[in-house]
């Protein structure tokens, strides 16, 4: 590089502030700065969708790098782009826009169109850095919402003299989302049809998949923690594409996600009731009685309020609570849920909530000020995820002083330290409450065990000091994957030729 910057094209779907349906947005609004912060020049690409305020967050249509047509089967789209700085950074956020694909729709859909919307943003995203003239050492691309673009360059790019350098790094986030649609997409996305055979790259399960391209065609792959980065290898947690991981297994490196203290620390955070820190505990009683008024649930400091924010989905263990249900509600404690999702969940913890308003309260929707009020508000943080690629809340919550309960798996493994074990090792380092085997027994075991500890002050404060202690900045990632851009990059030497 020459002492220059390395410049890193980060390509996702959603990036806080601007559009967020879970974690992903988190981490891709945080990169940025931290990559900067390691001499890297960094633009950022999301989809333009129209619910993004434009005057809010200063975004302005950029008419020189215009006449971009992106063909899609024998139609044509035309997009255009649109510019702001990701506020805190000098990062040029790009925003793409198709008024086909992201006008009056959100970041994911259940659409017919859902591959031809993401066929046109991987697409255009390299017309415009090409129009653009800036040519990046790296493109870093994140979930099947990108998975597209390092095939891409293998293929129509494979001879241009300007994407000749440039490494590609595919970030998995959830292996669980494949990108999987019918086969018509391979011709929709203009790429060769005679390349989908059983087992062969554009085939998965008889359908066509963007995470398995990404997987076969980027110079290097990440995921978002250690474990995780090898839960992915077994069949168990590959989600059908295990046989191929293992086959880039020396190309994949565990990366744990980082948090963005200025968002989530209960020491300036602006949604919250009143704020507090280990030496100012205090306020984190306020919080609480804050989140119990709002939850209409009884104001007692004494009883143990468990909080749940989350995507409703399987993934994150709601049939363990499901079967547990009575049990709990036989328990002194209360309950406060925030999530949306399946049809199936949101209406069984509707109908729980109403009927034990005293114990319950679930909110069905989405709202980023009741999340930062549960963390504040609560004693433990409910994570019994089947897996969980990293998983922020729990690292979130540690800094809140709120207890994590959470299932041993992915990125909750390796953030959280059970109490007891620690106690059993003389350590005394534990942050929360841990639980191995998938079954509702094991998840209501480790409730048992958190609400009996809460009621012995001593203990309960050490474990809360442990994790409001703990540093999981992106700090100690940011490296990491410098490192692996340069592994991208020296990969790039190797000729780009289509497998
Ligand atoms: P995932 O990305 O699998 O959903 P993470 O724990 O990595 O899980 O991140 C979830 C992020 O989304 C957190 O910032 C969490 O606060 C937020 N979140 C999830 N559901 C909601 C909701 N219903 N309302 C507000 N924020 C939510
Ligand atoms: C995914 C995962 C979650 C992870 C997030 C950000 O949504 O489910 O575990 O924290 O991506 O990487």
């Known amino acids: 590089m020459n002492g220059s910057k390395l410049k890193v094209a980060l390509v996702s779907s959603e990036a806080v502030p601007y559009a967020k349906a879970g974690g992903l947005g988190d981490v891709i609004g945080a990169l940025p700065k931290v990559l900067e912060a390691h001499d890297c020049e ?10 993004i305020p434009e005057d809010a967050h200063k975004i302005k249509i950029n008419w020189r790098v215009d006449d971009i047509s992106i063909p899609v089967g024998e139609k044509n789209f035309e997009v255009h782009l649109y510019q702001t700085t990701l506020p805190g950074t000098n990062t040029k ?36 850095l090409k129009k653009m ?28 003299p300007f994407f000749a350098e440039t490494g590609t790094v595919f970030t998995i986030h959830n292996i669980g989302y494949p990108g999987k649609f019918l086969p018509e997409t391979i011709y929709l996305a203009g790429l060769d049809q005679t390349k989908f055979f059983p087992g062969g790259p554009y085939e998965f399960w008889g359908m066509f998949s963007f995470m398995k391209t990404a997987l076969l065609y980027s110079d290097m792959i990440t995921t978002v923690s250690e474990t995780y980065a090898e839960e992915i290898l077994t069949p168990d947690y590959g989600a059908g594409l295990d046989g191929i991981l293992n086959t880039r297994k020396e190309d994949l ?12 620390s209960p020491e300036q955070d602006a949604y919250i009731a009143a704020t507090y820190s280990l030496k100012r505990f205090s306020g984190k009683a306020k919080n609480k009685a804050y989140l119990q008024e709002r ?31 009575p049990q709990l509600l036989e328990m002194d404690i209360q309950i406060v849920i925030l999530g949306s999702g399946l049809p199936k969940y949101e209406n069984l913890f509707r109908t729980l909530t109403q009927d034990n308003p005293d114990k319950v309260y679930v909110h069905v929707g989405y709202d980023n000020q009741l999340s930062h009020e549960i963390e504040a508000g609560s004693d433990m943080f409910l994570m019994p995820s089947l897996y969980e690629p990293c998983g922020l809340n729990q690292i979130y919550s540690l800094k809140y002083g709120t ?25 005394k380092n534990g942050n929360g409450f841990v639980f191995t085997n998938p079954k509702p027994e094991a998840l209501l075991d480790a409730i048992h065990r958190a609400v009996m500890v809460y009621s ?19 700090e100690r990632s940011a490296s990491k994957y410098i490192e692996v851009y340069e592994k991208a990059i020296a990969k790039r030497k190797i000729p780009k030729t289509e497998t």
């Open 42 to 51: 960094v633009m950022l690409f999301i989809p333009k969708y129209s619910a």
């Open 93 to 128: 956020v790009n925003l793409v826009y198709c008024a086909h694909a992201f006008d009056n729709r959100w970041i994911y859909t259940n659409d017919a169109d859902e591959n031809q919307r993401f066929i046109i943003f991987n697409r255009a995203v390299l017309k415009i």
């Open 133 to 160: 003239k800036w040519k990046p050492d790296v493109i870093h691309v994140n979930d099947w919402p990108t998975g597209l673009i390092p095939l891409y360059l293998k293929t129509f790019y494979k001879d241009d």
């Open 253 to 264: 490196i565990g990366i744990l996600n980082g948090v963005d203290y200025e968002i989530w």
């Open 295 to 325: 939850a209409f649930l009884a104001i007692r400091p004494e009883v143990p309020l468990i909080g749940m924010i989350s995507r409703m989905v399987d993934q994150k263990g709601f049939d363990l609570i499901a079967a547990i249900v």
């Open 403 to 427: 207890v994590p309960i959470v299932r041993k798996t992915g990125g909750l493994a390796d953030t959280i330290i059970d109490w007891g074990a620690s106690l059993l090792s003389g350590k």
């Open 456 to 474: 012995n002050k001593k203990e309960w404060t050490q474990i809360v000091k442990n994790g409001m202690k703990a540093d999981f900045s992106w």
